[in-house]
């Protein structure tokens, strides 16, 4: 049982936009921590995408986007391309754990 | 450029020690949080502790018991040390770093080491 409560699937045709969910608590990204999302691609590690309090690194393109309401997260993706297939995870710091914690991760599925 | 890169045993007995070391390029550890975080096949990930500037450590407190990461500056090297392990322990294995432990996401990941917990 994950610390963070993502969606185990998502799907979107190309061109579509769609988001992902990240629910956690009052100890992480309810306590106003930066929340990071990564994209791994099968067979590979996993890749730093955003973080919702920061600019987007250089590299990802601005169809990606993060967002926080509450204890809560997003990431929206618009422009839903195939080479967008693969796992997202979300990620941030618990003061209660004092570590890190992740969600379980949610497969996006380009129809 | 920043690169990371995992070595040690694929292959480890239950009820023994699993000992990784992962060797960073091209940045200092000593200014960052070094980080293993692992992924059982086909589950999520799991972070199991980071090392910063240098010496102090934080652990996952459902491994806590069992591991210990430690840090040789000269080389620029972090390593795992996870005792006991069964095959629950079975993943692969990421070093990873972050510039900061809420603030900063994790930047650069080692390619990853499968471990298999068999006998």
């Known amino acids: 049982q994950s610390v963070l409560t993502q969606p185990p699937s998502v799907s979107g045709a190309p061109g579509q936009r769609v988001t992902i969910s990240c629910t956690g608590s009052?100890?992480?990204?309810?306590?106003?921590?930066?929340l990071h999302w990564y994209q791994q691609l099968p067979g590979t590690a996993p890749k730093f995408l955003i973080s919702?309090?920061?600019n987007r690194p250089s590299g990802v393109p601005g169809r990606i986007s993060g967002s926080r309401s509450g204890s809560s997260a997003s990431l929206a993706i618009t422009e839903l391309q195939t080479e967008d297939e693969a796992d997202y995870y979300c990620?941030?710091?618990?003061?209660?754990?004092?570590?890190?914690?992740f969600g379980g991760g949610t497969k996006l599925t380009v129809l | 450029q920043v690169q990371l890169q995992e070595s040690g045993p694929g292959l480890v007995k239950p009820s023994e020690t699993l000992s990784l070391t992962c060797t960073v390029s091209g940045v200092s550890i000593s200014t960052y949080y070094c980080s293993w975080i692992r992924q059982p096949p086909g589950r999520g990930l799991e972070w199991i502790g980071y090392i910063y500037y240098g010496g102090s450590t934080n652990y996952n407190p459902s491994l806590k018991s069992r591991v210990a990461i430690s840090a040789d500056t000269s080389k620029n090297q972090f390593s795992l040390r996870l005792t006991s392990v069964t095959a629950a322990d079975t993943a692969v294995y990421y070093c990873?770093?972050?510039?900061?432990?809420?603030?900063?996401?994790?930047?650069?990941w080692g390619q990853g080491t499968l471990v298999t917990v068999s006998s």
């Open positions: 990620q941030s710091y618990d003061n209660s754990l004092d570590g890190w914690v």
């Open positions: 919702i309090n920061t």
């Open positions: 009052s100890s992480n990204i309810g306590a106003a921590y930066d």
């Open positions: 990873a770093r972050s510039s900061g432990r809420d603030s900063s996401g994790i930047d650069y």
